[in-house]
């Protein structure tokens, strides 16, 4: 049981902003975002409150370049984040791996990622109340 999110918070990032947590299929980590300067996704372990791992990619820990959204894909094999400058990012969550990055309107900020289903199709809404689907239709 846990008295405080903060608990989860890795010691190095303990003066930044929780953005985002969410929970594996599994029930086995937590995926956290948490921002100040720059972005950090750590995936953390429930049961002991360790990091297992940290995700990153080129540009993504700039100053310019925060996540607003992460997500999990609903089989747990994926990691996928929308940045305030209007990318999307997908890691293999097992390897930490980045494996895609697509623009989708640049610059205009990416608030929302989320599966649809069983995870064939990836939905994004960006600032601008548009809605990206990436994936089968």
């Known amino acids: 049981r846990l008295d405080n999110v903060s608990d989860l918070v890795p010691s190095n990032a303990r003066n930044q902003r929780v ?5 594996s299929p599994d029930g086995t980590t937590i995926l956290m975002g948490v921002k100040d ?3 950090e996704l750590y995936l ?4 002991s409150c360790e990091v297992i791992r940290k995700f990153s990619a ?3 820990t700039s100053f310019s370049v925060r996540a607003s959204s992460c997500c999990w894909s609903p089989d747990g ?3 996928v984040a929308g940045t305030e400058d209007g990318r999307i990012m997908l890691w293999e969550a097992a390897s ?10 640049a610059d205009v900020p990416v608030t929302m990622v989320n599966w649809h289903g069983e995870g064939a199709t990836l939905f994004a809404v960006d600032k601008q109340r ?8």
């Open 58 to 60: 080129d540009g993504f």
């Open 130 to 137: 548009h809605i990206i689907q990436l994936g089968s239709r």
């Open 77 to 79: 094999k994926w990691i």
């Open 19 to 23: 953005v985002s947590v969410v929970v």
């Open 96 to 105: 930490g791996k980045k494996k895609h990055t697509l623009t989708c309107n």
């Open 37 to 39: 300067r720059v972005l």
């Open 44 to 47: 953390v372990d429930v049961a």
